[in-house]
């Protein structure tokens, strides 16, 4: 189903998830690759509207994640791959974009892919894809029946020089194509509706889902936090400061902060929330046990082709 048609049928929030292909290839550790299709299993009972599959900027990977999102598809949940341009030329983004649609995929996100730091293909190549707006006219004009989704950034982009440049760039990702957004992970809600307030000042009009991650362990946070660029709100922070040696302590504190986010999301009217489920489905579904939508997540499966 095209997840425009997703949000346009829902009467509550869309539930949506993302998960990342493994790290090691399937020839490299089967075990790596069955444990994610176990986790997609336990993550498939939990019926989301849609599950999106990451892809690896410059292509690591590749292969896993149009492999993961097949399984998606397969198992009847609406399947969102990624896709990032930035390093490929054109030829080799039309087909692989050919490959996804011939295996009866509709809906693809549109990305860029972090600028690489010392890029080794020639600088020429690196500068085909400069921005996502290069690859959703690509996909527009070659692959019209795709359901094309962007990336926002309600705290803004690393790169951007000043405040409202994204939704600037919103605004021009949808009038090329985009049907649907998804945020960068935030955690101050306040700050998420002065931008969408924004967001709709400036006659950006398609649904945007919130991103949201539940913080495991206390050992990826700093990470997490330098290769997103979000702020850590002061009671997280003081979670870490106090339990950095205490991941039972810190889960459950980071949880609980999840469960309060998501519950005033949807109290507050969020088009979507789309977790970011570090692979980890134990956190999501508690979490989803404690939110007050359980009504808008029961979407039938059989709404979902
Ligand atoms: P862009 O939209 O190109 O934005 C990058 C910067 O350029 C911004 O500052 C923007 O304001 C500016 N800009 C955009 N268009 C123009 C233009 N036409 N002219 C001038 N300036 C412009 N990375 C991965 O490698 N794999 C993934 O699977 C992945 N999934 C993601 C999913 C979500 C929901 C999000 C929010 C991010 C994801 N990322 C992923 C990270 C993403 O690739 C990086 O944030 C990347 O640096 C920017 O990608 P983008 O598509 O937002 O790029």
Known sequence: MKISEIFSQSNGPVVSFEIFPPKRKKNQSKEDFDSLLKTIDNL??????????TYGAGGTNS???????????????????????IGYPVEEINS??????????????????????SPSKADLVWRDFLHATDLIKVISRDFPNFCIGGAAYPEGHQESSYAGQDIEIMKIKEKMGVKFFLTQLFFNNDNFFKFMENVRNNGVESPVSAGVMPLISPKYVDKIIELSGVKLPKELENALENYRDDEVEFRKRSLDYC??????????????????????????????????SNVNREVELSKQT
């Open 44 to 53: 498939a009972r939990l019926k989301p509207d849609f599950i999106s599959v």
């Open 63 to 85: 292969d896993g994640s149009l492999e993961i999102s097949e399984y998606v598809k397969n198992k009847g949940i609406t399947s969102l791959p990624h896709f990032t341009s």
């Open 96 to 117: 692989y974009l050919g490959t996804i649609y011939n295996k009866g995929f509709e809906n693809i996100l549109a990305l860029r892919g972090d600028l690489p730091k």
């Open 259 to 292: 469960v309060r986010q998501v519950n005033d999301l949807f109290e507050r009217g969020v088009d979507g929330v789309h977790l970011y489920t570090m692979n980890r489905h134990e956190a999501v579904e508690e979490i989803l046990d404690q939110v007050d």
